[in-house]
């Protein structure tokens, strides 16, 4: 009987293990056996030239060049608005559930939807950003947001700050709560300036806090889709073009099932290696 | 006696309830998507359509599935991947060459040779023989239209434009874009431009490019599609007189790389631009996006402007019945319903689709009497396709992603062409 219950969380654990394996397992080995997959059926069973085409593919390296540019932005921003917004709905603001709920309202909107509307907003003949810009007299005729070279991926990052901070937000704003206020009380009777309680009681109280939002934050932007393919596809020429957009191409527009999983496999690759301060800070706790 | 009349009526219920069961385990469901479901106008017809196929066959029931226009062949690929795709899907001609090399296209000639000899011969052959894979039919030709120049007859009059004069050639045609590109409220910026076209990397950017690049004596690949033609002088003019009329001329409104097919369409709607390249799609949708233009009124349409040679793009759509259907004498039931001569012209009549059947196109009233319909017909003996190649989505996307990198001056016109004329030769060398 002994024996049996120090088995028994085998069955609690199983129905959890299987359903992991079958959606996560499932698709990453049928991916890396597709990238070592022939793309013309010949005498070899698998090869290793997709990997060695990405080397040798005229946008790869332009496209992960733009990758880490985008995140980079991307997560940056967010880890800066993302503070100060979770700072401010952590002090004692008057109608705060009503503020939170409209800081967390760019979150809910679909990729899809928020890159359409944004697109319109940006349009240059009809959209209000240059409307309202013309008729504050700070432009003398319409910028082409995402049809400008030096603007383009810009504007999509800007479009991706205010997509995705309310997630860092929530983040920091529950680390912020946890932070005891005792810390605040005793930096005030010490006399402490704001800059100083800021960098020597908030940020190290956030340090793990900061650490998790960095880590999930990184590997949402690497996989940001929607937004970019709504409002550019890419373009104009390569230059908003990000790993998951190529790879879809790759994959539903061009068929190239093969490639686009060795695409796949090296955006894993890399999103683990990205990952790991983040795992290696959750074995350290445990 | 009194216990007859009950086991009678007892037994008159379970064979009543029994038939109605029997025939409801007979009738046969069919999924059918098609992208025009998400349009209003076609989704009236396609539903009316359906009605009409359900009263003539009891025992078929269809579903009808939406799917978006960009994301047809995403929604297609993997559904067919999982052997889910529906008995009965629309798509572009130019993605069957994809859908063949991966087997996710019926072969559809035993049901063909069940019609009987002749069955094909109603319609154009161009069409047929995009349809087969290996020489055999895979998929059921639908939609067969000529790109055309739409443009606004009330702008060409304000602009001092005759319209019952339009654009012949491409030297008049820019012409024209120039005197129609005006600044028509008097506050010294230019709110009215006139040509809106495709920029962005969107599966219609070729339907209007193509009419310039042939006109102009060029072409993407060469004859046996194993290399690009795009080093020839015609299409490097072909390519520079496109670039050239944002860059240069001006003629096209601001924002070129990221405007796609209802972007342009709802330009010409709000009276933006006086003229874009279209097809039979165009009236109707424009007339939905601003029914106070009055766009069967005011539109008028003219062959594509010619440089050389007179030329244009062939929108031709396809329907495919699913490999691994369940139902397939059904789905070719439903198949042969829509591409039937009556059904056709119910297109046409319903939305302003010309047919690919010659009993249909060639000959209806409906078809040659329409101003529109008419213009499109005549363009058909011009018209050409995009190459049936497998690899084409990735050279048309490489060829745009080229041509944007000119529009927006990151290179000049000879240094992007050469730079796709490379990279398709790679392609194809693949």
Same mark, same amino acid.
């Not at chain 1, 705060?96 to 944004?118: E, K, T």
């Not at chain 1, 003949?125 to 400008?148: F, H, P, R, T």
């Not at chain 2, 003019?237 to 050239?244: D, G, I, L, P, R």
């Given at each position: 009987?002994?024996?049996?219950?120090?088995?028994?969380?085998?069955? +609690?654990?199983?129905?959890?293990?299987?359903?992991?394996?079958?959606?996560?397992?499932?698709?990453?080995?049928?991916?890396?056996?597709? %990238?070592?997959?022939?793309?013309?059926?010949?005498?070899? =069973?698998?090869?290793?030239?997709?990997?060695?085409?990405?080397?040798?593919?005229?946008?790869?390296?332009?496209?992960?060049?733009?990758?880490?540019?985008?995140?980079?932005?991307?997560?940056?921003?967010?880890?800066?608005?993302?503070?100060?917004?979770?700072?401010?709905?952590?002090?004692?603001?008057? &109608?705060?559930?009503? !503020?939170?709920?409209?800081?967390?309202?760019?979150?809910?909107?679909?990729?899809?939807?928020? *890159?359409?509307?944004?697109?319109?907003?940006?349009?240059?003949?009809?959209?209000?950003?240059?409307?309202?810009?013309?008729?504050?007299?700070?432009?003398?005729?319409? $910028?082409?947001?995402?049809?400008?070279?030096?603007?383009?991926?810009?504007?999509?990052?800007?479009?991706?700050?205010?997509?995705?901070?309310? +997630?860092?937000?929530?983040?920091?704003?529950?680390?912020?709560?946890?932070?005891?206020?005792?810390?605040?009380?005793?930096?005030?009777?010490?006399?402490?300036?704001?800059?100083?309680?800021?960098?020597?009681?908030?940020?190290?109280?956030?340090?793990?806090?900061?650490?998790?939002?960095?880590?999930?934050?990184?590997?949402?932007?690497?996989?940001?889709?929607?937004?970019?393919? %709504?409002?550019?596809?890419?373009?104009?020429?390569?230059?908003?073009?990000?790993?998951?957009?190529?790879?879809?191409?790759?994959?539903?527009?061009?068929?190239?099932?093969?490639?686009?999983?060795?695409?796949?496999?090296?955006?894993?690759?890399?999103?683990?290696?990205?990952?790991?301060?983040?795992?290696?800070?959750?074995?350290?706790?445990? | 006696?009194?216990?007859?009349?009950?086991?009678?009526?007892?037994?008159?219920?379970?064979?009543?309830?029994?038939?109605?069961?029997?025939?409801?385990?007979?009738?046969?469901?069919?999924?059918?998507? #098609?992208?025009?479901?998400?349009?209003?106008?076609?989704?009236?017809?396609?539903?009316?359509?359906?009605?009409?196929?359900?009263?003539?066959?009891?025992?078929?029931?269809?579903?009808?599935?939406?799917?978006?226009?960009?994301?047809?062949?995403?929604?297609?690929?993997?559904?067919?991947?999982?052997?889910?795709?529906?008995?009965?899907?629309?798509?572009?001609? +130019?993605?069957?060459?994809? !859908?063949?090399?991966? *087997?996710?296209?019926?072969?559809?000639?035993?049901?063909?040779?069940?019609?009987?000899?002749?069955?094909?011969?109603?319609?154009?052959?161009?069409?047929?023989?995009?349809?087969? %894979?290996?020489?055999?039919?895979?998929?059921?030709?639908?939609?067969?239209?000529?790109?055309?120049?739409?443009?606004?007859?009330?702008?060409?009059?304000?602009?001092?434009?005759?319209?019952?004069?339009?654009?012949?050639?491409?030297?008049?045609?820019?012409?024209?874009?120039?005197?129609?590109?005006?600044?028509?409220?008097?506050?010294?910026?230019?709110?009215?431009?006139?040509? *809106?076209?495709?920029?962005?990397?969107?599966?219609?950017?070729?339907?209007?490019?193509?009419?310039?690049?042939? =006109?102009?004596?060029?072409?993407?690949?060469?004859?046996?599609?194993?290399?690009?033609?795009?080093?020839?002088?015609?299409?490097?003019?072909? !390519?520079?007189?496109?670039?050239?009329?944002?860059?240069?001329?001006?003629?096209?409104? /601001?924002?070129?790389?990221?405007?796609?097919?209802?972007?342009?369409?709802?330009?010409? &709607?709000?009276?933006?631009?006086?003229?874009?390249?279209?097809?039979?799609?165009?009236?109707?949708?424009?007339?939905?996006?601003?029914?106070?233009?009055?766009?069967?009124?005011?539109?008028?349409?003219?062959?594509?402007?010619?440089?050389?040679?007179?030329?244009?793009?062939?929108?031709?759509?396809?329907?495919?019945?699913?490999?691994?259907?369940?139902?397939?004498?059904?789905?070719?039931?439903?198949?042969?319903?829509?591409?039937?001569?009556? $059904?056709?012209?119910?297109?046409?009549?319903?939305?302003?689709?010309?047919?690919?059947?010659?009993?249909?196109?060639?000959?209806?009233?409906?078809?040659?009497? #329409?101003?529109?319909?008419?213009?499109?017909?005549?363009?058909?003996?011009?018209?050409?396709?995009?190459?049936? $190649?497998?690899?084409?989505?990735?050279?048309?996307?490489?060829?745009?992603?080229?041509?944007?990198?000119?529009?927006?001056?990151?290179?000049? /016109?000879?240094?992007?062409?050469?730079?796709?004329?490379?990279? $398709?030769?790679?392609?194809?060398?693949?």
């Amino acid at each position: 009987m002994r024996i049996k219950d120090r088995h028994m969380w085998i069955f +609690f654990v199983l129905p959890g293990v299987l359903l992991l394996i079958l959606v996560l397992g499932f698709p990453a080995i049928t991916s890396v056996l597709y %990238s070592v997959k022939p793309e013309q059926a010949g005498d070899v =069973s698998y090869t290793l030239s997709h990997y060695s085409n990405l080397l040798k593919d005229p946008f790869f390296k332009t496209i992960f060049w733009n990758t880490g540019i985008f995140v980079f932005l991307s997560v940056g921003t967010h880890m800066i608005l993302g503070l100060a917004v979770a700072m401010v709905l952590n002090s004692a603001l008057p &109608a705060q559930p009503l !503020f939170r709920l409209i800081a967390l309202l760019p979150w809910v909107i679909p990729d899809v939807v928020a *890159g359409i509307i944004w697109k319109w907003m940006f349009d240059p003949i009809y959209g209000a950003i240059n409307d309202v810009l013309l008729k504050m007299g700070m432009i003398q005729s319409s $910028i082409e947001w995402l049809s400008n070279p030096k603007l383009a991926l810009l504007s999509v990052v800007l479009v991706n700050l205010w997509r995705g901070f309310p +997630f860092v937000m929530l983040i920091l704003l529950a680390g912020l709560q946890a932070i005891p206020k005792v810390l605040y009380e005793a930096a005030a009777i010490d006399g402490a300036s704001n800059l100083k309680t800021f960098f020597y009681i908030t940020i190290p109280g956030l340090r793990k806090m900061i650490v998790v939002a960095l880590a999930l934050d990184i590997v949402w932007e690497v996989r940001r889709f929607g937004l970019i393919q %709504s409002m550019t596809q890419g373009g104009p020429g390569v230059l908003t073009e990000v790993l998951s957009t190529y790879t879809y191409k790759q994959y539903f527009q061009f068929f190239r099932f093969e490639y686009a999983s060795a695409i796949s496999v090296v955006l894993t690759v890399v999103l683990l290696l990205v990952s790991l301060p983040y795992i290696w800070m959750i074995s350290q706790e445990e | 006696m009194r216990k007859i009349v009950t086991l009678s009526i007892c037994m008159a219920v379970f064979l009543a309830l029994f038939s109605a069961n029997l025939a409801v385990a007979a009738q046969v469901t069919l999924r059918f998507s #098609d992208w025009h479901l998400t349009e209003d106008v076609w989704n009236k017809s396609l539903n009316e359509g359906m009605d009409i196929f359900h009263k003539r066959h009891s025992n078929i029931k269809v579903v009808l599935e939406p799917v978006s226009y960009k994301e047809k062949e995403t929604k297609y690929t993997v559904e067919s991947a999982a052997g889910r795709a529906p008995d009965v899907f629309h798509v572009h001609a +130019f993605s069957l060459p994809m !859908f063949f090399s991966k *087997g996710f296209a019926k072969d559809l000639t035993s049901f063909i040779e069940k019609e009987g000899p002749g069955f094909m011969d109603a319609w154009y052959p161009l069409p047929i023989d995009l349809m087969k %894979s290996k020489g055999k039919i895979h998929a059921m030709p639908g939609d067969y239209m000529t790109m055309v120049l739409f443009y606004n007859t009330e702008m060409f009059k304000a602009a001092g434009l005759n319209p019952n004069n339009p654009p012949k050639t491409c030297d008049d045609f820019l012409d024209y874009a120039k005197k129609l590109t005006r600044d028509t409220d008097g506050d010294g910026k230019i709110d009215q431009w006139g040509f *809106g076209t495709l920029g962005s990397k969107s599966p219609g950017f070729s339907m209007r490019f193509g009419p310039f690049l042939w =006109s102009f004596g060029g072409d993407y690949l060469t004859p046996d599609m194993k290399h690009s033609a795009l080093d020839s002088p015609e299409a490097k003019e072909a !390519f520079t007189f496109f670039v050239e009329l944002y860059t240069k001329h001006k003629v096209i409104p /601001p924002g070129l790389t990221a405007m796609g097919a209802q972007d342009v369409r709802t330009q010409l &709607a709000q009276k933006k631009v006086a003229m874009i390249m279209g097809s039979g799609w165009t009236p109707p949708i424009v007339n939905k996006i601003n029914p106070d233009l009055k766009a069967f009124e005011v539109l008028k349409c003219a062959p594509a402007p010619t440089k050389r040679k007179q030329a244009t793009a062939i929108w031709l759509s396809s329907w495919v019945m699913s490999p691994t259907t369940k139902h397939p004498n059904e789905a070719w039931e439903l198949i042969k319903f829509i591409t039937s001569k009556e $059904i056709e012209l119910k297109w046409f009549v319903d939305n302003r689709v010309t047919s690919s059947r010659k009993d249909v196109s060639g000959v209806a009233p409906e078809i040659l009497n #329409d101003k529109f319909a008419s213009v499109m017909a005549s363009q058909l003996p011009y018209g050409k396709v995009e190459p049936q $190649i497998k690899q084409w989505p990735e050279i048309i996307d490489t060829f745009t992603t080229s041509l944007q990198e000119a529009i927006v001056g990151m290179k000049t /016109p000879d240094k992007a062409l050469a730079e796709a004329h490379e990279r $398709i030769n790679a392609i194809l060398a693949r």
